[in-house]
């Protein structure tokens, strides 16, 4: 199957459907209640849904945190979630969600035309889609390409004062093992997906010293260093291991001395 990005949105076109995650319905009353006055951008993300699906795409598929409170919900999510889901149908003939880390109760929110699969994710043709929070199912990660989120991947650049900024990317890369005691069989390709709520920012991938989410970004299976960084309009940065930087929170007040030591 042919998986490709959209231009300047974080979507991925895998075949006649359209894959997004993160949508985080509900961060505004999160920012709200931590004195962030915001308005929601609910209805941004829709159109933006709908700008990304080109003709021949008639199928959504979100792969994880639809909502954004955990635990709990918050009077948005029960007020936004539901039309959302519901006027996507006028565009898409199907929709299914892979249960994300934020997705408890999510059955409360959905309409019931919407197919809620688990944790441990689905396969479509030769690719497997999975949130990441947890380790997807055999027969997901005996696809060709593993497609994963919950990582809101991003890139850290720093000028020469010292400022940085961080912008969303695909991070996109290989196996480094063909076979696991865990897997029977294992994926050649990986695909972390940025998040396509705007307003979460993004958890850089290229900081010395910083663990990423999840069992299988953490574990030894796949090739990180070879991966490669794209940022949304499709400029290709190179390899992770040519791009690595130290970060603020990587100051010799709290960082790991064995790490400090290595970088030093």
Not at 59 to 70: C, E, F, P, Q
Not at 147 to 170: I, K, L, S, Y
Not at 237 to 257: C, H, V, W
Request: proline share 6%.
């Amino acid at each position: 199957m042919d998986l490709q990005p959209v231009y300047g949105i974080p979507a991925l076109k895998a075949g006649n459907s359209l894959v997004i995650a993160d949508l985080h319905i509900g961060v505004e009353s999160h920012l709200r209640s931590k004195g962030f006055h915001l308005t929601s951008h609910t209805e941004d993300m829709h159109q933006a849904i709908l700008d990304a699906a080109d003709e021949d795409i008639n199928r959504l598929v979100v792969i994880g945190d639809v909502k954004d409170s955990v635990p709990g919900s918050t009077k948005q999510e029960y007020r936004e979630i539901p039309d959302f889901f519901e006027s996507l149908f006028e565009r898409f003939d199907m929709i299914d969600v892979v249960r994300g880390n934020h997705d408890t109760m999510i059955e409360e929110f959905l309409p019931s035309k919407v197919r809620i699969r688990p944790a441990s994710g689905i396969k479509i043709e030769d690719v497997g889609l999975v949130h990441g929070h947890t380790w997807p199912s055999e027969e997901v990660m005996a696809c060709d390409t593993l497609v994963m989120a919950h990582n809101h991947p991003a890139v850290m650049f720093r000028d020469g004062v010292g400022r940085q900024m961080t912008e969303p990317c695909w991070f996109r890369g290989e196996f480094g093992k063909t076979e696991d005691p865990r897997y029977p069989a294992l994926p050649k390709n990986f695909i972390v997906v940025p998040a396509f709520n705007r307003m979460l920012g993004g958890s850089p991938v290229n900081v010395i010293g910083e663990e990423m989410l999840g069992p299988i970004l953490n574990s030894d299976l796949l090739d990180l260093d070879n991966a490669s960084l794209y940022l949304l309009d499709g400029i290709c940065l190179g390899k992770r291991s040519n791009n690595m930087i130290k970060g603020r929170e990587n100051n010799r007040f709290n960082q790991d001395p064995k790490t400090r030591a290595k970088y030093s």
